[in-house]
């Protein structure tokens, strides 16, 4: 199926299940993202600072940009013009960096706190006690130029279901507390390509979506 053939296929499936669709476009050409914006889709999720900075400056301006991979501090400023959301905010250092350039460009950027849920050591997050301890009214009164509006998380790498809906189940059920507590919170990020089917089962309200609309990679960062 074409690219905007898979999107309207995932959407329907998501209709009416209060989930938003990020199509994960990093490695693909402008040409690609193009042809889903001109069906009407304008929201994608970049993994790589400079490549996120290069389509934004190629491609139109009424894009909704989403970072969803690791974001060192010292780049931040470059995505703090223009980015609607921030997926992986992983330390509090990395949340003031982006609040102080968000300030630069008077902007209030949205953020979601990226917790460890898997099993293994190569993915990125914060633990519960360290969300907990950013999310202290006096620690976001500091940063008014950041906004978080929910979670993120990864599961292990894995092809055991069970495995990867406990994972899900665990940050759903975090998120859920949290958001009886945080009125900003509106946002699960959770599910991808192979397992967003269960990530929605699990309560997740966005999904990052990259093969199942563009397919393999079409070159290499």
């Given at each position: 199926m074409a690219i905007v053939e898979n999107i309207q296929f995932i959407e329907k499936e998501?209709?009416?299940?209060?989930?938003?669709?990020v199509a994960v476009s990093k490695t693909k050409p402008v040409e690609m993202l193009?042809?889903?914006?001109?069906?009407?889709?304008?929201?994608?999720?970049?993994?790589?600072?400079?490549?996120?900075?290069?389509?934004?400056?190629?491609?139109?301006?009424?894009?909704?940009?989403?970072?969803?991979?690791?974001?060192?501090?010292?780049?931040?400023?470059?995505?703090?013009?223009?980015?609607?959301?921030?997926?992986?905010?992983?330390?509090?250092?990395?949340?003031?960096?982006?609040?102080?350039?968000?300030?630069?460009?008077?902007?209030?950027?949205?953020?979601?706190?990226?917790?460890?849920?898997?099993?293994?050591?190569?993915?990125?997050?914060?633990?519960?006690?360290?969300?907990?301890?950013?999310?202290?009214?006096?620690?976001?009164?500091?940063?008014?130029?950041?906004?978080?509006?929910?979670?993120?998380?990864?599961?292990?790498?894995?092809?055991?279901?069970?495995?990867?809906?406990?994972?899900?189940?665990?940050?759903?059920?975090?998120?859920?507390?949290?958001?009886?507590?945080?009125?900003?919170?509106?946002?699960?990020?959770?599910?991808?390509?192979?397992?967003?089917?269960?990530?929605?089962?699990?309560?997740?309200?966005?999904?990052?979506?990259?093969?199942?609309?563009?397919?393999?990679?079409?070159?290499?960062?």
């Amino acid at each position: 199926m074409a690219i905007v053939e898979n999107i309207q296929f995932i959407e329907k499936e998501i209709e009416g299940k209060g989930v938003t669709l990020v199509a994960v476009s990093k490695t693909k050409p402008v040409e690609m993202l193009m042809e889903a914006y001109n069906a009407g889709f304008k929201r994608f999720g970049e993994n790589y600072v400079q490549e996120l900075v290069d389509k934004y400056e190629q491609m139109p301006k009424d894009i909704e940009w989403h970072f969803i991979g690791h974001l060192q501090s010292n780049k931040a400023k470059y995505i703090a013009p223009f980015v609607s959301l921030i997926h992986s905010v992983d330390s509090l250092k990395l949340l003031q960096e982006i609040n102080k350039q968000a300030a630069k460009h008077n902007r209030v950027v949205d953020c979601l706190l990226q917790i460890y849920i898997a099993e293994e050591d190569t993915k990125s997050g914060m633990t519960e006690e360290e969300c907990l301890e950013i999310l202290k009214a006096e620690t976001l009164e500091k940063l008014p130029n950041v906004r978080i509006v929910g979670l993120m998380g990864m599961t292990t790498l894995t092809d055991d279901e069970a495995q990867i809906r406990k994972e899900f189940k665990k940050l759903s059920v975090f998120y859920t507390k949290l958001k009886t507590q945080n009125s900003e919170f509106r946002t699960l990020s959770m599910g991808m390509s192979g397992d967003y089917g269960i990530a929605i089962e699990e309560g997740s309200t966005m999904i990052r979506v990259g093969s199942k609309i563009f397919g393999g990679r079409i070159y290499q960062k």
